[in-house]
């Protein structure tokens, strides 16, 4: 079905409703707070998240510690002695594309009541009794598309349920969903829809970049209006018009029945044009249903996430008629925390590095086409005007931009989205690490993500956020202490009260714990899968999540789930006067399984876990030589047989020959190779069809 030409933003559902409203009639400005500020020593959170928050500890999460760990005595306690006093709990998801995106889902639903197999391990409940759930670049889109969808189990938003919803869909390709030849009739239709999008947007004013289409790609896959019948059809809007800010409305959230959900993003200073991973140094931003912030201490702001977008200056509109509302899409705040392209975009060679040619070429189509169209701002960033432009004009990088340039959360090398859950006023006391890192060349994360944060956490953020408890010493060691090869609890003993830093239950994707081929370490730029893929992947890290590790061998530990329940639930022994002693069954975990600086584990107490990726459901060429192996060697065999039985014959004849017709021979060789020497080779007569980046053109704004 060819696409609607209308760009109408009266239809319903239309795909043009990603363009945000503009000119908007702002709210009284002398009594509305658009930007509220606070300092590092003297934070607040925002108001309708403290009370959602709250409400929910007292009441959907309160009755979860009640179902997950029942009266305590299968841990040794009496859970009645921790009503009031359960810690406050947050998960991070980490970023690594679909990868990241899988490994969140996979572990979420080894972690969920809902899951009937993680229930019976024990490990689902932590899900429901947590208050946060973070995500940044891969990790945002299971994020969002959790909320987007309802809160459904994690088996569902992934593969579907044959109802209302039809999963990821990801064997169909991100970028060229029709195949290669970005030249197809239904790969033109998807371009259509996207860049139809995206002018509607760039219509209204405000620059887009790259990040736009990107975005667009996002929510055909995670939001919840696109299944196989409709993609290539502008039936549906795929999720344009559906709004950060709207998470409220979803009934699973006024139910009370989901954790408090924050996107991170780094930024790239409008001063530092940068095409290299950032250093620490650039503030960071958050991204809720109620704010756009940063804790940093430079900034210690936040916006009203509704207005979003509005031109500001010294915390108010510029204008009061020109208020700007449904900037805050959600596929474009996904896009955002996963705007990857500062690095990776090479305007010079026209590459994309590290995706595949396929994906490479339909992003590079979109975006060629997008910008002979449209004006962009920076073509490689997510482009956000600044609420923040004359705010804390001591510190703030970007105090005198009216424009921010925003990019992958993991930019600075902060690779899982811990920042937010470290926050003071949060008052975290427990944060659950899923780390789906690509740090080696296997693709297993090596805890770098969680070193670099350490080591933001004790310099740039030491007045504003509550630190790491102590870790290995460097990547190397993590290795070495086998510490990413198995579930690891950190901060176990704090030495004051209350506890001088969270305990971090660190749940790495790693290999297989029974020693089972790897099939989860997959690529970050791997954009599409088999559904057997996907089903592989998932069930290893699921199955890897519920069952812990026995030392010294391939076994799962019968014990797992009661030794997380241990370490969730430990820190409420601290707020207990006098402080309750830590039972012996939850000791005999701990000892197991948390990381003593003074007497660290050893990589040889998980024997035998194998590292190089294997592909469960190979495709092409490769695997029909491999299955069929035996098969061509003796074919190939019995063909050299029969060509040396064939030529020893035509030497023969040939001998024979030979001398009667020498000199005819020698005429018609000669007629052949004259007239080879004017021949045309069949490339010089076919001209492909072919593509190429538009000049660079900055924005009509003239900006610092």
């Given amino acids: 079905m060819a696409f609607r030409a209308s760009r109408s933003r009266c239809e319903p559902d239309s795909v043009t409703d990603y363009a945000p409203a503009v000119n908007i009639p702002c709210p009284d400005l002398s009594t509305t707070d658009f930007v509220r500020e606070w300092t590092a020593s003297n934070q607040t959170i925002n108001p309708k998240e403290a009370d959602y928050v709250e409400t929910r500890m007292n009441s959907t999460i309160a009755q979860a510690w009640t179902d997950w760990l029942g009266d305590g005595s299968q841990l040794g306690y009496n859970s009645t002695a921790f009503q009031g006093n359960f810690p406050k709990i947050g998960i991070a998801i980490p970023g690594g594309g679909l990868r990241a995106a899988q ?102 004013g405000i620059d887009t970049s790259i990040t736009d289409p990107w975005a667009r790609m996002i929510s055909f896959h995670f939001l919840n209006q696109t299944n196989r019948q409709n993609f290539f059809t502008n039936d549906t809007a795929h999720g344009a018009g559906q709004l950060w800010s709207n998470i409220p409305t979803i009934p699973a959230w006024q139910q009370y029945e989901t954790p408090f959900p924050i996107l991170v993003t780094d930024s790239r200073p409008q001063n530092l044009n940068t095409t290299t991973a950032l250093t620490l140094d650039p503030t960071v931003y958050e991204i809720t249903p109620f704010e756009f912030a940063s804790y940093d201490p430079d900034l210690s702001a936040g916006v009203n996430l509704t207005f979003a977008g509005t031109p500001m200056t010294n915390k108010k509109p510029v204008n009061a008629t020109a208020c700007v509302t449904g900037f805050d899409q959600a596929g474009f705040m996904m896009g955002t925390s996963a705007s990857l392209f500062n690095q990776i975009l090479d305007f010079a060679h026209n590459t994309l590095q590290g995706f595949s040619q396929s994906d490479g070429n339909g992003l590079l189509y979109v975006l060629s086409r997008q910008l002979s169209e449209v004006r962009t701002r920076a073509d490689d960033v997510a482009n956000w005007p600044n609420p923040f432009n004359g705010v804390k004009t001591a510190t703030y990088d970007d105090t005198n931009s009216t424009w921010l340039s925003l990019i992958d959360g993991a930019s600075n090398g902060e690779n899982i989205p811990l920042g937010p859950l470290f926050v003071k006023t949060r008052a975290l006391d427990v944060i ?245 020497l004017n021949l045309k080779r069949y490339s010089q007569y076919v001209r492909p069809e072919s593509y190429e980046m538009p000049a660079h053109r900055g924005s009509l704004y003239s900006d610092s």
């Fill in 432 to 676: 659950v690490t899923l780390d789906g890192s690509a740090d080696d060349s296997n693709n297993w994360p090596n805890g770098t993500g969680l070193l670099i944060s350490a080591e933001r956490q004790s310099t740039i953020l030491e007045a504003s956020h509550q630190q790491m408890p102590p870790l290995p010493q460097n990547a190397q060691a993590f290795v070495d202490t086998g510490a990413r090869e198995r579930t690891t609890f950190f901060g176990c003993d704090p030495t004051q009260n209350p506890p001088e830093f969270p305990l971090v239950i660190y749940i790495p994707n790693m290999p297989p714990f029974n020693g089972d081929n790897p099939t989860a370490n997959t690529g970050t730029f791997q954009l599409q899968y088999t559904p057997k893929q996907q089903q592989v992947l998932f069930d290893q890290i699921h199955n890897n999540t519920i069952s812990g590790f026995m030392p010294n061998t391939n076994d799962a530990d019968p014990n797992f789930g009661k030794c997380l329940q241990c370490a969730a639930v430990d820190r409420a022994r601290y707020k207990i006067s006098p402080v309750l002693n830590r039972s012996d069954f939850c000791q005999t975990c701990f000892t197991q399984y948390c990381f003593d600086p003074q007497n660290p584990p050893s990589l040889s107490e998980v024997p035998n876990r194998k590292q190089i990726f294997v592909d469960p459901d190979p495709q092409g060429l490769e695997n029909f030589l491999s299955e069929n192996k035996n098969k061509l060697i003796g074919g190939v065999v019995g063909l050299v047989v029969f060509i040396a039985l064939l030529i020893g014959g035509l030497i023969w004849w040939k001998k024979r020959r030979d001398r009667q017709f020498v000199a005819q021979y020698q005429q018609v060789s000669a007629l052949h190779e004259e007239e080879e």
């Fill in 103 to 204: 490994y969140g889902a996979a572990a979420l639903s080894g972690l969920d009541a809902r899951n009937s197999s993680a229930k019976a391990a024990g490990t689902g409940g932590l899900l429901q009794v947590s208050s946060y759930l973070s995500g940044l670049s891969g990790g945002s889109w299971i994020t969002g598309s959790l909320f987007f969808n309802n809160f459904p189990t994690l088996g569902e938003l992934v593969f579907g349920n044959g109802n209302n919803l039809t999963g990821w869909l990801l064997d169909i390709a991100f970028a060229t969903p029709d195949g290669d030849d970005v030249f197809s009739e239904y790969n033109q239709y998807f371009f259509g829809s996207i860049l139809w999008s995206v002018m509607s947007k760039a219509d209204t």
